[in-house]
């Protein structure tokens, strides 16, 4: 194995080929020859062993793969090269901001492809979003003369059904926000039942916005149960296990609660088959059920997963059936610092304990940030790092930058938005984000001399993007102004806690206080390629400002805008 990669299968089968040749010498009298010698030390570190002559191997090949100089006009450095040299059956890379991800793929595909000979019918790569397969699909077919199978998992798991003859059109985004609405506005004011039962759920003097409120949680919790896999019988699982809840308050609340539920599920999946169509959970989980019946006619080699931190379990169980089926081989890239979409099924501990979900798999990082300052990545870093349950890395970058983060107290928030444009503009800044925690947060940041065209603002010929820090990830700027990091119920972090309800469905885990809501920030606070101004009050500012502000090293604190 001396020219090749030795994968932990290899190791797996080198073990149980010389486990009798090494109890044989183990177990000589006589004196062992120096040869001997040498081998007992080897098996006996077998692991440690292979990983020298791995990193000789992948030196060697970094040297001979000319192509690593050159994937989309940047060259691979030292970590993503061993991504794409290893040969693992299943491989996690774990990812920095602006590490190099989207590279890290596309230099894997152009290296089976060029390097291995591998048809590219034969690779599967999978994003979460429609954007990030067109651009993914775009940089490949751009740089390189071949095209390869890239789907979001909704389009696959469609894919997968028409291969089998089972043709439904698809539900549109908004329909079961549409079957909510008429359930509670047409079919509970008729039914006594129910609008008594709607009194004890939200109180007699309950509001619109309380009503509004109610409406989401039964579409967060109808998205779970379905997005879990969960089957009908679920729910008189869930009803007994209200049943012992100790607070006879609760107790009550919640079986009103469940029974509306299940009631609006009942109504929702019936207008899904009088349509004849189905909803993105319905695809994944009948999908699945295919798989395991009948299989799937392409036989990929490779399955590559990007975003991997935001899978969940029905998206794993999907994965691992097509792995059982092809024999694929498979690479996952994420960023756990990233992971901020419990609230659709997200389970981080998937993503966490990998080499518990997958045999013989391996761990890797890439931790060049081409992106961001050290300065302010190291800030960014050991904040999300106070989570307990989060990757330990240490991100690298050669880009420096003196106090890369500002704080600017103002309370007047308009003048202090217009502040940070005036002076970003006069700096240069060509290229300017503004980052809030919900959608209507630049409202209270904005007056009448900011003219609107989309998601884009204009301020005496000042052009920015706003977005919520959701929206904003895989995204960059020259410059990122964070708004809104107030203390207070919409604030971040937002203060707004999960109905007591949801635990019954939400298979993701948050143990330490405002956990996704710290990664929300990482998200906000790595978006930019040199500074984030961040725009607090002076009385109420977030909990998470209290925290930044202590990183004095790294952190500038203006109470007047400063020339620089």
Known sequence: MENKYISLTDIEFLRIKYESLYKEIKGKKRKVSCKEKSFLYDYKYLDRFCERKNITYIDKKRKECKILDNINGYPLDDYQSRVVLSDEEAILVVAGAGS????????????????????????????????????????????????????????????????????????????????????????????????????????????????????????????????????????????????????????????????????????????????????????????????????????????????????????????????????????????????????????????????????NAKVFQIVNTYRNPQELIDVAGDFVMKNKSQQRKKLVSIKHLDKPIVIYYKDDKVRALKDLLIKLNNDGCKEIMVLGRNNKDILFYVDREFKQDDSFYIFKDIKFRYLTMHKSKGLESENVILINMEDRLLGMPTKIKDEKIIKYVNKGHDYYPYEEERRLLYVGLTRTKNRTYIISPTGNESIFIKEIVKYKKNVDVWKTIKDK
């Open 100 to 359: 190099g991800k989207s590279l890290t793929i596309i230099g894997k595909i152009v290296y089976l492809v060029k390097e291995l000979n591998v048809k590219p019918e034969d690779i599967l790569c999978i994003s979460f979003t429609n954007d990030a397969t067109i651009n993914l699909k775009k940089n490949i077919a751009k740089n390189y003369s071949f095209d390869i199978n890239i789907y979001t998992f909704h389009k696959l798991a469609l894919e997968i059904l028409k291969q089998n003859g089972i043709e439904y059109m698809i539900a549109p985004d908004n329909f079961l926000s549409e079957v909510i609405d008429h359930f509670i506005d047409n079919v509970l004011p008729n039914n006594e039942k129910f609008n008594d039962s709607l009194k004890r759920i939200l109180g007699k003097n309950y509001a619109e916005k309380d009503v509004k409120n109610l409406k989401r949680l039964i579409g967060t919790f109808i998205g779970l149960f379905k997005g879990n896999n969960y089957e009908v019988k679920e729910f008189l699982t869930i009803l007994k296990r209200i049943k012992f809840t100790l607070n006879i308050k609760d107790r009550r609340r919640n079986k009103e609660l469940m029974l509306l539920i299940i009631n609006v599920y009942l109504l929702y999946q019936e207008e899904l088959e009088k349509e004849g169509a189905l909803d993105f959970s319905d695809m994944i989980n009948k999908s699945i059920k295919v798989l395991k019946s009948f299989g799937i006619k392409k036989k990929w080699k490779y399955i590559i997963v990007d975003e991997y931190q935001d899978t969940s379990i029905v998206k794993f169980n999907m994965i691992s059936e097509l792995m059982k089926i092809t024999g694929a081989k498979f690479l996952a890239v994420g960023d756990d610092f990233q992971s901020i979409y419990r609230f659709t099924g997200c389970d981080l501990h998937i993503f966490l304990n990998f080499t518990k979900y997958f045999h």
